[in-house]
């Protein structure tokens, strides 16, 4: 599991600028983030317990690092990139039951050329189950989740690297997010 910066969090409703850091580079993940309605301290047994452990979805841009010297995506790498994110974006929330997630349909393009499209469905297990399993690792390590807090159920489809120009994630009924990198 990774950590999100409070520090990083940026919202949609004001069009963030975010400038390019010299030496580096980020890539830009499009996933579906959710809310979570009470404190988690236990294993969380099937998918009726996560939907209530959740309060809303919402559609999040993820700026990580992305993989060290454009290193291969193995497990060093993978880990270094992906153990924090210092900035990210968050769209406006939208209540449980009001979106399945896993027909989420999202979409990605920089200065108007499509960069990915993705499904919510892609995530192995469906977005349910893969929450489940992320919120479980938490908690197996004797970690509390807030109420309150954001969690990412992982990428959407290609991963591509951060590059100047102006972004529009679609997330379909969740909303999209835009965004400039500079």
């Known amino acids: 599991a990774g950590v999100l910066f409070r520090s990083?969090?940026?919202?949609?409703?004001?069009?963030?600028?975010?400038?390019?850091r010299e030496g580096e580079p980020i890539v830009v993940e499009t996933e579906v983030g959710y809310l979570t309605s009470v404190d988690l301290s236990y294993e969380i047994l099937n998918e009726d317990q996560v939907r209530g452990a959740v309060s809303a979805l919402v559609p999040i841009i993820e700026l990580p690092r992305s993989y060290p010297d454009g290193g291969a995506p193995d497990a060093r790498n993978t880990v270094a990139g992906n153990a924090g994110s210092q900035r990210y974006i968050v769209g406006t929330p939208v209540?449980?039951?009001a979106v399945e997630p896993d027909s989420v349909a999202v979409t990605l393009r920089r200065d108007g050329q499509s960069l990915n499209e993705a499904a919510g469905s892609a995530v192995a297990g469906g977005q349910w189950h893969n929450l489940r399993r992320v919120l479980n690792a938490i908690t197996r390590q004797g970690y509390t989740i807030p109420a309150g807090s954001v969690i990412l159920g992982?990428?959407?489809g290609r991963v591509p690297p951060g590059e100047r120009g102006q972004y529009r994630a679609d997330f379909g009924a969740l909303g999209s997010i835009e965004f400039d990198l500079r």
């Open 95 to 97: 209540p449980v039951g």
């Open 8 to 20: 990083g969090r940026l919202e949609a409703s004001s069009r963030p600028v975010i400038p390019l």
């Open 154 to 156: 992982g990428a959407l």
